[in-house]
């Protein structure tokens, strides 16, 4: 039979118009994109789904054709005309007649939402889609998290509501899958995963992304920075810096320009990897704080007099 919208929709086979547009506003607000960073195509996926089960199983017509003949059946036109009879009553064209055609999932949304600014009191969804109170922890990450990613295990304590309606506290371990390149304020959103309150469909628990502080690296967007401290004579003559990564390379750097106060030296593709563009990194930005003698000698401040004296202008 394909795909089953009943089980897709959670409603029995003889669910009413009323029982299938319930189902599908709570289904569809868990599911919508815009309310699940965390696995936004998966979300996506079911949230398309959702919607084709609403829009096949709210039209009698493609309804009776899908409980005859299946997805496939509806998709394909594979099915018998039906009898004089069925066209009597209201059937349709049938046969190569009709023609599936599945509706936007964002069109079905806004109707009974007015899209996601409607929230949940769009749509004439009303008292019955109230939300308990969102649940929000930090999350806070290092450096080194953030540019590797690293997968979290997070454990819970929350609200629920036993089978007589009294609140009882569980404690749940959560999984979460930190990308490389989030930044500070990035929301993990669990839907449903934060208290429940009688009356009301269960919270979300959202976790913000916090950064900690690092010893060595600073970030700026997608950059990184380092402070690089170099001695006058190596500013004036050149040097060859090692830098360890945030995953633990040895970067090789050769200075061989004049490292003048306020100098900064860039090295691309080496910063912060660019969640939204894989395989792309910002830069690595090195900062110099040149360390001049506390004191020189008479002939030492001769032979520099001498040296440089040539090269001034």
Request: glycine letters at 12%; charged letters at 30%.
């Amino acid at each position: 039979m394909g795909v089953d919208y009943y089980n897709i929709l959670k409603v029995s086979r003889n669910a009413t118009e009323e029982d299938l547009k319930k189902s599908y506003k709570r289904l569809a607000m868990k599911w919508h994109p815009d309310k699940n960073a965390v696995n936004t195509k998966e979300a996506e996926a079911k949230f398309k789904q959702i919607s084709e089960a609403y829009d096949v199983l709210s039209d009698s017509q493609k309804r009776q054709i899908y409980d005859l003949y299946g997805e496939e059946g509806l998709k394909s036109g594979l099915y018998p005309p039906p009898s004089s009879k069925d066209r009597d009553s209201g059937y349709g064209g049938g046969g190569a007649g009709f023609k599936f055609s599945p509706r936007d999932a964002e069109d079905i949304f806004e109707e009974f939402f007015g899209g996601m600014d409607g929230g949940s009191s769009g749509g004439g969804g009303g008292g019955e889609l109230k939300k308990a109170a969102v649940m929000e922890s930090k999350l806070a990450c290092s450096l080194e998290d953030l540019y590797k990613g690293s997968k979290r295990k997070m454990k819970i304590s929350r609200i629920v509501l036993d089978g007589s309606g009294k609140p009882a506290t569980v404690e749940e371990v959560l999984s979460i899958h930190i990308k490389p390149g989030w930044k500070k304020g990035t929301k993990i959103t669990f839907p449903e995963k934060g208290n429940h309150e009688a009356g009301a469909a269960p919270g979300d628990l959202i976790f913000i992304v916090d950064e900690k502080p690092h010893q060595v690296f600073k970030r700026d967007g997608n950059d990184l920075i380092i402070n690089q401290k170099i001695s006058l004579l190596d500013a004036l003559t050149g040097k060859t810096l090692k830098i360890l990564t945030l995953d633990g390379r040895d970067l090789t750097v050769t200075v061989s320009d004049i490292v003048k106060p306020g100098y900064e030296m860039m090295i691309q593709n080496e910063g912060m990897p660019i969640s939204k563009e894989p395989g792309k990194r910002g830069d690595l930005r090195i900062k110099f704080d040149i360390k001049f003698p506390s004191r020189l000698t008479s002939d030492q401040k001769s032979d520099l007099r001498r040296v440089l004296g040539r090269t001034s202008g």
